[in-house]
């Protein structure tokens, strides 16, 4: 959630309304809702293995019918699962639910469906072939999880990383009720159980290697708390997160300054406990 992206103004992005095969149980369909916040628009990600005949959906994404029914065209749906209760990622549950009758999975029970369960951390989703480990990776909001596809003999193994990792720029840190060493604690996480495995993203493109962008994501955050420090220091150890901004993002298009100050207010209250 965070980055430049496209306007409607600009062409459709050549993958809207296609669903794009990603590893051997993994496609993806984009939804044609772009932004600031959502890059091209949200990734649904549809699992299944080979000879399957239904399919895990992972962020139906937002109210929108089109979209929606290409999901529903698919094939049955075994289940679906939401990484996080951002309406880009939510929002077309229940119309989702009314095309394909399926249970939804969710941390928050204001977004779980039919018999759809409670996503713990560890927990363990089977179905459509495929075997889904659930990793609690808060930070960004403090109900975001990833979701490991367990390698076998047959597949490698992908890691769907919601918001938490996208696949261009750096991922926000809601002030709502995300937190900065939350954040941090995940990237770890998942740099130990992502090794060598597709990251997945709810934005952006597919990525070759979990691990490696999550110490990417992890070094970046640390050079801003660096600068942030700086700026502090600069500045006073009083400064507001607009000061910070504006000192720190000068090489940043103002456009995203409203953003950076979600993260920059996230990264002062780390520092200052």
Known sequence: MSGPAGTAAQPAHPAYGVLREVTPTAGV???????????????????????????????PGPDDEGHLRRIADLGPVATTIVTHRHHDHTGGIDT?????????????????????????????????GVRIRVIATPGHTADSVSLLIEPDRHHPGAVLTGDTILGRGTTVIDPQDGALGDYLASLD???????????LPA???????????????????????????????????????????????????????????????????????
């Not at 990734?43 to 005949?53: C, D, H, Q, V, Y």
């Open 96 to 128: 989702h639910r009314g095309l394909t009758g399926s249970d939804v999975h969710a941390v928050l029970p204001e977004f779980r469906r039919g018999d759809g369960g409670a996503l713990e951390d560890g927990s363990v989703i089977e179905a459509a």
């Open 29 to 59: 369909l984009l939804c044609r809702n772009p932004g600031i916040m959502e890059l091209d628009g949200t990734n649904t990600w549809i699992l299944r293995a080979s000879g399957a005949e239904s399919a895990v959906v992972v962020d």
């Open 189 to 199: 996480r998942l740099i130990e159980a992502g090794e060598g495995m597709s990251c």
């Open 203 to 273: 934005h952006g493109p597919d990525l070759p290697d979990t691990a490696a962008v999550a110490r990417e994501y992890r070094d970046h955050r640390r050079q801003r708390l660096d600068q942030v420090r700086e700026a502090l220091r600069v500045l006073g150890a009083d400064a507001t997160a607009r000061q910070v901004v504006e000192h720190v993002y000068r090489d940043v298009d103002e456009s995203l300054w409203g953003a950076a100050e979600w993260s920059v207010t996230a990264q002062l209250d780390y520092l200052r406990g």
